[in-house]
């Protein structure tokens, strides 16, 4: 049996695929499954931002074939972990849980760094060097993300 993962963010376009992409690079797609969604209807059905897939693309992950879609309750069932990219998302999340089996599936992506910040910035508004950052923040916490679930 598979263990199953989603990373989500807002609009799934920016971060989330970014962390599908670095975790399904790191485990074995045979013994895990990862994907994606967004608490926000937006981008529905799209690639996710040029400039994440640039900088995927800049180390080796290929995301461009992935597309947009929105989180919802049933995600719940199909997902042994659910990781937020921040605390906003994190609660839009968790607002949609039945219980509290539910909710303990659902961590924030950097809960075990060791940053005070807990949160992975969006990187929309801004330029290549935030989507740079967000990399690098992301690649980090999928490493310990994918000892932890490899391990368990």
Request: proline fraction near 3%.
């Amino acid at each position: 049996m598979r263990t199953k993962v989603l990373m989500v963010c807002l609009g799934n376009i920016c971060r989330s695929p970014l962390a599908e992409g670095i975790l399904k690079n790191k485990l074995d797609n045979n013994s895990f499954l990862v994907d994606s969604a967004g608490t926000a209807s937006y981008h529905i059905g799209k690639k996710p931002d040029s400039r994440s897939i640039s900088i995927a693309k800049k180390y080796g992950i290929d995301i461009s074939q992935q597309r947009c879609r929105q989180f919802s309750a049933k995600d719940f069932e199909e997902f042994d972990l659910i990781y937020a990219m921040d605390k906003s998302n994190y609660r839009n999340i968790i607002a949609l849980a039945k219980n509290e089996y539910e909710i303990a599936k659902v961590n924030l992506l950097l809960h075990r760094s060791n940053l005070t910040n807990k949160e992975i910035p969006d990187p929309y508004y801004g330029g290549e060097d935030g989507f740079e950052e967000v990399f690098h923040l992301i690649d980090s916490a999928c490493d310990l993300i994918a000892q932890d679930i490899i391990h368990n």
